[in-house]
């Protein structure tokens, strides 16, 4: 049944145009989240970034999905600094690895795309759920999804189960201790601050799915 939902550089480009402009609109939320728990510095980290994959996204015009990738994965851990910057910029290589040099992908090829980004963030990173980290989104949205996969579900339908799973696994940050990055040092101090990058990770996610919708629509 996925066979014929493909997915091309168009929709991909949408989806990094609109992270850029995410970037942009969530800095200040972002960095407000990032200031109590943090440095204060994740919204503006991710503007950096995607201020640079934006400039340079042109020249990238003839890339297929895997070469794309590679390049704003690339300008990700080139120009952004602290732990968002190798995590995010290892999950879009690893993302677009999967694609196998194809310039479309099927909606199940885009799960296992997430799949090999996602993983990226747990072995570079070694967080796992509850840690009070962007993985608290990503595992269950990834988790969520290769399942609604497995069942055939329809595109649309199993990338919303994805998000609520995201939103809640993003949700579940508040109450904890951190056990990875820079939160780690309040202990429980911690507790009652929504982790940023689980914030941020769950608004590339939702980017993926308005896309998708449009796509669909
Ligand atoms: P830094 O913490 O270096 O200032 P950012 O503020 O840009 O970098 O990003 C912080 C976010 O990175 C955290 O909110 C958390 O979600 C994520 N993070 C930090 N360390 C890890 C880790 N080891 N594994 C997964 N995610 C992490
Ligand atoms: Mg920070």
Same mark, same amino acid.
Request: charged share 25%.
């Given at each position: ?54 400039? #340079? ?10 070469? %794309?990738? #590679? #390049? ?19 999950? +879009? ?20 795309? +997430?799949?090999?980004?996602?993983? %990226? ?37 199993? +990338? ?19 056990? #990875? ?23 590339? %996610? ?9 796509? %669909?629509?």
């Amino acid at each position: 049944m996925y066979e014929n939902t493909l997915l091309g550089k168009a929709y991909f480009t949408r989806v990094i145009v609109d992270m850029a402009a995410m970037a942009e609109r969530e800095r200040d939320y972002l960095a407000q989240l990032d200031s109590p728990i943090g440095d204060g510095d994740h919204g503006i980290n991710l503007s950096i970034g995607f201020r640079e994959v934006t400039k #340079k996204l042109p020249e990238w015009e003839n890339e297929n999905l895997t070469s %794309l990738f #590679k #390049k704003v994965g690339m300008t990700l851990l080139g120009k952004v600094g602290g732990a968002a910057g190798p995590l995010y910029g290892g999950f +879009f290589m690893k993302f677009g690895e999967a694609a196998n040099n194809k310039d479309e992908v099927t909606f199940e090829e885009l799960a296992l795309m +997430f799949k090999s980004g996602v993983e %990226l963030v747990e072995s570079r990173g070694k967080a796992v759920i509850a840690d009070k980290t962007m993985v608290d989104t990503l595992r269950p949205a990834l988790d969520t999804l290769l399942a609604a996969v497995e069942a055939k579900t329809e595109p649309l339908t199993a +990338f919303e189960q994805c998000l609520k799973a995201a939103e809640k696994g993003r949700d579940s940050t508040i109450p904890l201790i951190a056990k #990875k990055g820079r939160a780690v040092r309040l202990g429980e101090r911690a507790i009652g601050h929504l982790d940023p990058g689980s914030a941020s990770s769950y608004m590339i %996610l939702n980017i993926f799915f308005d896309n998708l919708k449009k796509e %669909l629509a």
